[in-house]
């Protein structure tokens, strides 16, 4: 079965240091992936996306992507109270039995910056 | 860009009636719209699958005759739950994905009560 693996969390870290979430996906072929991040009673929103192997960074985040191993994960600097949230991991996965790419969700992590 | 509305954004209603939750696209054309459910701090957990002029793929346990879906334009997707019952309060998320496109950009969600 193709997966998308997160630590649940929670992930506590103190205001102004580096959050690091990471990812694991089944399925080799995967090309597309994405963070997702999801404030508590609200709906996921879509804060990055990677295609290549290696660093995209977009203000304070920075999503890293290693096809070989199979991981992505998301880094946020100077991590704000404000960034506490539930942050999904999203990949594109073939679904074989349908024949198309699916975007696959992780469980999510649950993040909470301390101030 | 890439907006989806959903409306309304919470409904009360009574056990043994049916209520319709819209999904809409505002600024792309959504081939492919997405049902999703979500718990008090659970994960996401996909629904049904919906291409445009096509009927709809559910999830298995997702009883299709319970939740009806209408795909009938690129802009607009509907989730009808008839004859609802309290264990179908929940909070209904859409999605859509553009042609060609692998992200998928939420609605706000739909918060249903059933009394």
């Known amino acids: 079965q193709k997966e998308v693996e997160q630590n649940s969390g929670p992930l506590s870290v103190p205001e102004g240091a580096i959050a690091s979430l990471n990812c694991t996906y089944s399925d080799r072929v995967s090309q597309s992936f994405f963070w997702y991040r999801q404030y508590s009673g609200k709906s996921p929103e879509l804060i990055m996306s990677i295609y290549s192997n290696g660093d995209k960074e977009d203000g304070r985040f920075t999503a890293q992507l290693n096809k070989a191993s199979q991981y992505v994960s998301l880094l946020i600097r100077d991590s704000q109270p404000s960034d506490s949230a539930t942050y999904l991991c999203?990949?594109?996965?073939?679904?074989?039995?349908?024949?198309?790419?699916?975007?696959?969700f992780g469980k999510g992590t649950k993040l909470s910056v301390i101030p | 860009g890439a907006v989806v509305s959903q409306h309304p954004s919470w409904v009360i209603c009574k056990s043994g009636t049916s209520v319709k939750i819209e999904c809409r696209s505002l600024d792309f054309q959504a081939t492919t719209m997405f049902w999703y459910r979500q718990f008090p701090k659970q994960s996401l957990m996909l629904m049904a699958t919906s291409n445009e002029g096509s009927k709809a793929t559910y999830e298995q346990g997702v009883e299709k005759d319970k939740f009806l879906i209408n795909h009938a334009s690129l802009t607009l997707s509907t989730l009808t739950v008839t004859s609802a019952h309290p264990e179908d309060s929940s909070f209904y998320i859409c999605s859509a994905r553009g042609f060609g496109r692998d992200e998928q950009y939420f609605g706000p969600g739909t918060r249903l009560t059933v009394t």
């Open positions: 999203a990949v594109n996965i073939l679904d074989s039995g349908a024949g198309s790419y699916q975007l696959t």
